[in-house]
């Protein structure tokens, strides 16, 4: 079972403006899920796929990451964050051309950190699940560009 989607914006998603890293990946894309939610979401390639021929485990622990880190960022603002510890559990292989979707959600938040877990998930099927700890910054200029690690 795979998720195809040819246009994510044709079935409610919006494409995102990212710089740095998360663009060398490709296109994010996001959308509002209840009142306060947002999913985000990668239309996998043949160039994010490993010698099996499948999505590379390092491609989706970046969308993951990512995805977190909106999730973080959306809760500490105007502050950033960055990313100290992320553990993955790797569920099921994804295939070029899947569309993967990421969901997260704090667990605690404390004034110097947040606890978040989240998954990646293809037509349904979970792919991935993952936990993480993002520290609060105090200022933008902490991690370089004051961007989301």
């Keep these: 079972m795979y998720n195809r989607v040819e246009d994510p914006a044709a079935i409610g998603w919006e494409k995102m403006t990212d710089s740095g890293f998360p663009e060398a990946i490709g296109?994010?894309?996001?959308?509002?899920?209840?009142?306060?939610?947002r999913a985000?979401?990668?239309?996998?390639?043949?160039?994010?796929?490993?010698?099996?021929?499948?999505?590379?485990g390092g491609i989706l622990a970046s969308i993951m990451d990512h995805a977190l880190g909106k999730?973080?960022?959306?809760?500490v603002r105007p502050l950033r964050c960055a990313t100290i510890q992320l553990d993955l559990h790797y569920l099921a292989p994804?295939?070029?051309?899947?569309?993967?979707?990421?969901?997260?959600?704090?667990?605690?938040?404390?004034?110097?950190?947040?606890?978040?877990?989240?998954?990646?998930t293809v037509g349904g099927r979970q792919v991935l699940s993952a936990s993480g700890i993002w520290k609060v910054l105090e200022s933008s200029r902490q991690n370089g560009e004051g961007g989301v690690a």
């Design 27 to 37: 296109a994010f894309w996001t959308r509002r899920e209840g009142e306060t939610g």
């Design 94 to 120: 994804v295939m070029p051309g899947d569309f993967v979707e990421a969901r997260g959600e704090i667990v605690r938040k404390t004034r110097s950190v947040v606890f978040v877990r989240g998954h990646l």
């Design 40 to 56: 985000y979401g990668v239309l996998t390639e043949p160039r994010h796929n490993n010698g099996r021929g499948v999505v590379h």
């Design 71 to 75: 999730t973080v960022r959306e809760a």
